[in-house]
Structures are given as C-alpha cells and as structure tokens.
C-alpha cells in the first residue's frame, strides 16, 4: 500500500521561507513522478511543482516559478519543496502526489496523480 507522509508546513511570516518534506512508502517509486498541489479554504486544488524521481527533471507552477525550488532524494523516496519569498496567497494546504506513468508535465496540465497525501498546513502572515 503506497503511503505518501508530507512535514514541514507551519506559521511564517511574509518573505520568509519553509522546506516540505514528502516520504514515500509501499512501492518502488524509481519510475514515478511526485510533485506538489495545494488547496487555498474556498478554492481549488492547483498544481504546484513535480519532479520524475529518476531523472530529475522539473515542472513548476508560474505562480511560483523562481521561488519554490522541488527536489528529489531518489534513494529515500523522497521530495522536498522548498519555498522562498512566501507570499500571503501561497496560504494553503500542500499535498504530496505520486504518479507511476503520468510525467510531471503532464501531471501539472492535467492535476492528476494516483497516490496522495494527507497534507500539512502553510499559513503565510502578512
């Protein structure tokens, strides 16, 4: 059974910055793409950033193009987001999303991914 473990979520104030985590488990996830969607209250679910864990290409979101940088621990199964210069609009819940076929690309155009996580919380103060 694949489990997705987001961390990293909390308070902080405008300009300042945090790192998510995203621990994979239950599967041999070399082949996939994980990335990163987050829900504002009210709005909906946007793609963020994804990652192919193989090889490591990207795909960002142009909201937060030059600010959030995603990575990827290969051997851990493992994703990180870091967020830089946090802006009031980038309050939301952030989830982790695994896909064994669906390409990052594609998983930003479509908002599609097999597996996700349960979400942690960034509230960003003004």
């Known amino acids: 059974q694949v489990q997705l473990v987001e961390s990293g979520g909390g308070l902080v104030q405008a300009g300042g910055s945090l790192r998510l985590s995203c621990a994979a488990s239950g599967r041999t996830f070399s082949s996939y793409a994980m990335g990163w969607f987050r829900q504002a209250p009210g709005k909906e679910r946007e793609f963020v950033a994804a990652?192919?864990?193989?090889?490591?290409?990207?795909y960002y979101a142009d909201a937060v193009k030059g600010r959030f940088t995603i990575s990827r621990d290969a051997a851990k199964n493992a994703v990180y987001l870091q967020m830089n210069s946090l802006k009031p609009e980038d309050t939301a819940v952030y989830h982790c999303?695994?896909?064994?076929?669906?390409?990052?690309?594609?998983?930003?155009?479509?908002?599609?991914?097999?597996?996700w996580g349960q979400g942690t919380q960034v509230t960003v103060s003004s």
């Open positions: 999303a695994a896909d064994p076929t669906t390409p990052p690309q594609a998983m930003a155009l479509k908002g599609i991914a097999r597996y």
């Open positions: 990652i192919r864990l193989s090889v490591g290409n990207t």
